[in-house]
Structures are given as C-alpha cells and as structure tokens.
C-alpha cells in the first residue's frame, strides 16, 4: 500500500493530467455510487464510495469545518483522505491526501465540462467567490480555454478578492462589486460559494454564456436562480450525485420549474459526443455535483502516474 502525499499529487498532476484522468473515466462504465451524510451543529462529514467496473473501486472520507480557516489555529474546512481498491483483488493499493486530490478532481471536472459545453473563443470569465477552490477554478479553465483573457472576481468580502486576484499571471483580472453587471459582461461565469440563496440571475445572462456551478452540495445550498436553469440547456457531471442530493436541482424541480427531462445530458454523455454545445448563442449550464467515482478516477491515474505505468 501506498502513502500519496499532497506533494506527491502535485508532482504529477496538472490541468490536462486531471482533464484526461476524468476523460479517460467517462469512457469507462458508469460507476456504482454511495453517499452518506453526517451533520452536527454545522459541521459535517461526508463518506463517498464508488466502483468503477474494470478500473478501481475506492471511499472518499471527509470533514467539513466552515469556521476552520477563520479560526485561531487556521486548517482548512474540508480535511479528509481518499482509500483507493484495486478493483480485480479487492486489496487497498493507495491512502490519498483527500485535499490536494479533491482540489484536481472538483476543478478537472468543471474544466471537461467547460471543454465540451463553453463555446471555444471565450475571452471574459467571472469567478463568483474567493474561497479555496476559487484559484484552481480559474486555472483549469484557463487551461481548456487559453482564449480567456480577462478574469473578473466577486466576492462577498472584497479584500478576499483582491488577494485572489493579486495571485493571478498571465491575465487581466478585476474585481467587481455588482454582480448582475458582471455576468451580463461574462462568456464563461464559474461559482463556487457555500451560498443558501441564489446569486446569479439568469435574466442577468447574455446569449452564449456557458454556467459552471460548484459550491452547492447539500439540499438546501443554491447558486443560481430558476431562470438561469430554464434560460440555458441544462448538464449535470453525475445525475446520481445531483438530482435527489443537491438544492440547486432539488428545489427547482420540487417547485416544478424544471424537470428531470431538462437535464439534457451527463458528463458521460458529454465526454460520449452524445450530448454537448449546439448553436453559439445558446447558453449552457453545468452542475458540478462530484462525487467518489470522479475521486477513484484522478486517484488511479495519480497513482499509475507515480508507479510510473
């Protein structure tokens, strides 16, 4: 059994390593998912488990402390570590750092979304929230649309944006107050807060923008408004993480403003060709709901990468 450490994942992966570690994936089966949730006054953790016929099967056990980064001996919120199977004998060949790997692995799979779903010449992309994830988002898109030339930041806290974007080469970034005017400016808009409310307003929306949204991943959690999911064709990475788990697709269809019949497609369909982009103008939406298949998938390549096959 191997120790993965957050350094070893560092020096092997990059953007297109976890594009293609999650392409290569989608080609697979679909995989066998379980979820369990666990929450005390605020806190929460999260066990995932995933079998990936013919490639790895493995369990995704985190913590989830909001108040961590604030607190006086700051750790980050989510801490956790990924146990990877081999699929043919059953034995664990790997114990992953769960951080460094969750990182690769929720950007990656934003990024193939992105790749397959944003139009090809984007130039403006608006970052919605500062939080950890937020500079892996703008890497890895960056990565799959070179074209990006300018990134705009909104966050609650707007110091917290500005050292974001004190962090970004290579790109024009600015950072914005009025979030509606933002995203009427963007062609690409990524959101990853741990926001109840929506923030993005479809009406806001202009035609061709592609919607990549994150931070949801409880039942009550939300970032965009019905009208940004019934303005624009609508993806999920996964629909078994997605449709019965999280608030972003919960609510609305309990309300009856969309229907599991407007999930156009899944990343398997994505990365298939069967489902994808189809005018310039339209504008698409995708939700990142994750899941342990998407960690068992950049877990394996990383390991392979580091055995050296």
Known sequence: MRIVTGDDIGSVCSWPFAVEALRAGHLMPPADLRDSLIESAGR??????????????????????????????????VQGQVLLFDEAQGNVVAVLEGVDLTAWKTAGDSALGSSCLSRADVKTML???????????????????????R??????????????????????TEVVSDLDEAVSRADLISSATMTT????????????????????????????????????????????????????????????????????????DLVQGKAGRQSPEEITVFKNGGGAHLDVMMAHAVYLALAGR
């Open 127 to 149: 970052m919605v929230g500062a939080g950890s994830m937020a500079g892996p988002l703008i890497a890895a898109h960056r990565a799959v649309r070179p074209s990006l030339d």
């Open 197 to 268: 409310e929506p923030l993005i307003r479809g009406a806001a929306l202009r035609p061709g923008t592609h919607v990549d949204l994150v931070g949801a991943y409880t039942p009550t959690m939300r970032e965009a408004d019905d009208a940004t999911l019934t303005r624009g064709r609508l993806f999920v990475d996964s629909r078994a993480t997605t449709i019965a788990h999280i608030g972003e697709l919960m609510i609305p269809l309990a309300s009856g403003a969309i229907t599991e019949a407007d999930i156009e497609g899944d990343m398997h």
């Open 151 to 172: 990134v705009m930041i909104w966050n609650r806290s707007a110091a917290r944006a500005e050292d974001l974007a004190a962090t970004l080469d290579g790109v024009a």
């Open 44 to 77: 929460k953790m999260l066990v995932r488990t995933a079998w990936i016929p013919g490639l790895a099967s493995g369990v995704k056990a985190v913590t989830i402390y909001p108040d961590n980064p604030s607190s006086e001996q700051a750790l980050p919120s």
